[in-house]
Each structure stands twice: as structure tokens, then as C-alpha cells.
């Protein structure tokens, strides 16, 4: 089978999870390669254009790697709540000089744009997050020859993806830094273990496991492949590397004073994600209303002149439960780690 094949051939069980915004570079996918692993690139907040590119640099060094999408599933969001929290977030926008959208904008990620390419010019594996896709999409991926995954992050979730007709699952734990890829993003996942996930879905699902959330150390891989995952997919582990395109604003963070544990927080996006804390957060964590894509446009503006200026305090700090354990070093070092003495 394809999907066996695809996981079975790699020289260590571990995938460089994809991190949209800046963190998963060509280099980083290759640096995953290189250790034996498989890198995703990540398509989302790209053009069809700038994933073509990205696509064509990997090629340079590697056929082994992953490309990852953002599938449509929009929270459209009521508009008086839009214009409440667009009011509530108005000094930081004076704070930065920049202009929030008056109205709210949807749009779907240039989805069909990007599976158009991924159909003409195809790659190993393609995930699917946030949405699952039709199931005439999925086949227009397996007909030229990819892999197809999705993240589900429940077994009701793992059911809807297996029945869709997807190859593998990436069971992603509430523990995983960034967006949630809940397929019901108006319910805040409610915390609960990786192994213990993974063991629930392993259980009645036919479909191989790639396990996600929270994995820093060997035991938290080797605990995750005993409760039935192939391999795991590790993202804030990789955030320092030199390879990653992290910005420099969010590795201040990461490098400096403890700023506490993480929150699972729609205030950025309208989508429950899990971020460092930071001042944006202290003052609106809890007062963002349920509403992706609309809400990450309206706060777009704000998070890019922070991140343009330098200052953590006003841009979306993803990681996951364990960034306090990450080190700045290469992503070779952490995949040598991860998985010494397996
Ligand atoms: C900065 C950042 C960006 C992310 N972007 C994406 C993305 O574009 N697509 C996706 O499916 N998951 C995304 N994720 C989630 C990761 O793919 C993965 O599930 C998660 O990093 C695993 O948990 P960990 O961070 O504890 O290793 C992102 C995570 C982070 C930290």
C-alpha cells in the first residue's frame, strides 16, 4: 500500500510538522529529509505561486516531503460581534498606525488554486487541516499518485477522515502548538494526553497514524508509536532552528524571560490556537468571538507591524505545551534526539 510505503521507507519515524507564517522553510523540509524524516511544506496564507516556488526548491535536494493545506471550512462570524471586538482591539491598532478591515473578509486560502497545482504537478503526501475536503478532491490527490492525510483531532473526527477516503490520519493533541485542526473550530478542544488519543483512535481506525502535540522528548515518541502511531509529527521542537524561518520577534519570545504556559486562545485568528502569552493576549484572550477566516484578517494588520518592529507583544507566539524545553540548534540535532535510542 502507498501509505505504508510512504511512512515504512523513512529513516526515522518523525515528520517536520508544517508551521504556516514563516517557521517551515525549504530548508527545514529538507533538514527533515536529510535526517531520515519527511518535512511538510506549509501552503497555508500562501498563493498558489509563492507554494510552486517553495515546492520547486525542495525538489533541488529532495523528492521526499509533504506539502500541507488549509481546506476550507469557514466559522463566518456574527458581524456585531466582529465590530465589537474590531472596537476592542482599536488602541492597538492606533498603538501601530494601521487600519483594520471595517468589514469582515472571508475567502478559502486559494484552495482550489493550490490543489489544481497539487494535481498537475504532484508531491508524495498532501495533508489537509482545518476542513476536510470532498471526497472528489481526496481523489483527484490519489489519482496521481499522492498520499492523503488529515489532521482529526478526535475519533469522531478520525471517522469523518477514513470514511472520506484519506490515507493516513495525523492525530493531533490539544498539547500541539498553533491552530488547532478541530473540524469544529466553534468548540475549544478540551485538554487531554497524545498516547491516550492516539490509543482511542488506533483502536477502530484501519488507517496509519502520524501522532502530534506536545513532542519534545524520546519518551514522548516512543510513548506515542506504543500506542499505536507510525510516527509523529514534531513542530515547536523545530522553532529555533537555524533552518526554520521563524521570525525574530517570536524567537525573542522564545528565548527570553518565561512568559508562562501556554493558552489555547481564538483572540488572533477566531480559531482556537495555542500561543505564548503575551500583552495582545493578556487583553483579549477570552473577548474574541468564533470567526476564522475573518478574524485573522481583521488582526493581520496589527500582528504584521509588531513582527515588523520586533515586539512579541502583539504578535501570535505559536507553540505547544513544551516550547520551554526547545533549543537553538540544528534541526539534524533535535531529530537525533528525538529519536536516540528508539
Ligand atoms: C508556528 C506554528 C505554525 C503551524 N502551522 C500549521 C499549519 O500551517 N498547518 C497545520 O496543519 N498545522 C500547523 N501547526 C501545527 C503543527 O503542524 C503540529 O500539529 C504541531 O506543531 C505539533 O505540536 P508541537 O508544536 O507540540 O510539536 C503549526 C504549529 C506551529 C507551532
Given at each position: 500500500?502507498?501509505t ?5 521507507d ?10 504556516a ?5 525549504p530548508?527545514l ?10 518535512g511538510?511544506l ?6 498558489a ?9 525542495v ?12 481546506a ?5 462570524v ?14 492597538d491598532?492606533?498603538r501601530?498606525?494601521?487600519d483594520v ?12 488554486a ?41 475519533a469522531?473526527?478520525?471517522r ?17 502548538g ?6 469544529t473550530?466553534e ?30 522528548t524520546?519518551?514522548?515518541v ?25 521570525s525574530?520577534?517570536?524567537r ?10 501556554t ?20 487583553s ?17 494588520p496589527?500582528?504584521k507591524?509588531?513582527?515588523?518592529a ?10 505547544g505545551?513544551?516550547?520551554r ?16 535510542g528508539?
Open positions: 500500500m502507498a505504508m510505503t510512504l511512512l515504512d523513512l529513516g526515522i519515524p518523525v515528520l517536520a510538522a508544517p508551521m507564517g514563516g517557521p517551515t522553510t530548508e523540509v529538507v533538514a527533515a529529509a536529510a535526517a531520515g524524516g519527511l511538510v506549509a501552503a497555508g496564507y500562501r498563493t505561486e509563492a507554494l510552486a516556488e517553495q515546492v520547486a526548491a525538489r533541488q535536494t529532495t523528492g521526499t516531503f509533504g506539502v500541507n493545506l488549509f476550507p471550512n469557514p466559522v463566518p456574527e458581524r456585531d460581534a466582529y465590530d465589537t471586538y474590531r472596537d476592542r482591539i482599536r488602541h491598532a492606533e501601530f498606525e494601521v478591515p471595517a468589514e469582515p473578509r472571508e475567502d478559502d486560502d486559494a484552495w482550489q493550490k490543489l489544481d497545482l497539487l494535481v498537475a504537478d504532484p508531491v508524495p503526501l498532501v495533508s489537509f487541516t482545518f476542513g476536510l475536503p470532498s471526497d472528489r478532491d481526496i481523489d483527484r490527490l490519489r489519482k496521481v499518485g499522492t498520499t492523503t492525510a488529515q489532521t482529526v483531532t478526535s469522531q473526527e478520525a469523518a477522515a477514513e470514511q472520506a477516503g484519506v490515507d493516513l490520519l495525523v492525530v493531533q493533541a490539544p498539547a500541539a498553533g491552530h488547532s485542526g478541530t473540524l473550530p468548540h475549544v478542544p478540551v485538554d487531554r494526553p497524545l498516547p491516550g488519543l492516539v490509543a482511542e483512535i488506533a483502536a477502530t481506525s484501519r488507517k496509519p497514524i502520524v501522532a502530534a502535540g506536545g513532542i519534545m524520546t519518551a514522548n516512543a510513548s506515542a508509536l506504543d500506542a499505536g502511531a507510525l510516527a509523529v509529527a514534531v513542530g515547536t521542537a523545530l522553532l529555533l532552528s537555524p533552518e526554520a524561518g521563524t525574530a520577534a517570536h525573542a519570545a522564545l528565548l527570553g524571560p518565561d512568559r508562562g504556559s493558552l489555547m486562545t481564538r483572540a488572533f485568528s477566531g480559531r482556537p490556537a495555542r500561543a505564548i502569552p503575551n500583552r495582545f493576549l493578556a483579549h484572550h477570552g473577548g474574541a468571538p468564533s470567526g476564522y477566516p475573518a478574524i485573522h484578517h481583521l488582526t493581520s496589527i500582528r507591524a509588531a513582527g515588523a520586533g515586539d512579541p507583544d502583539y504578535v501570535n507566539l505559536w507553540a505545551t513544551g516550547y524545553s526547545i533549543r537553538e540548534r540544528p534541526a539534524a540535532d533535535t531529530f537525533a534526539d528525538l529519536t536516540s528508539l
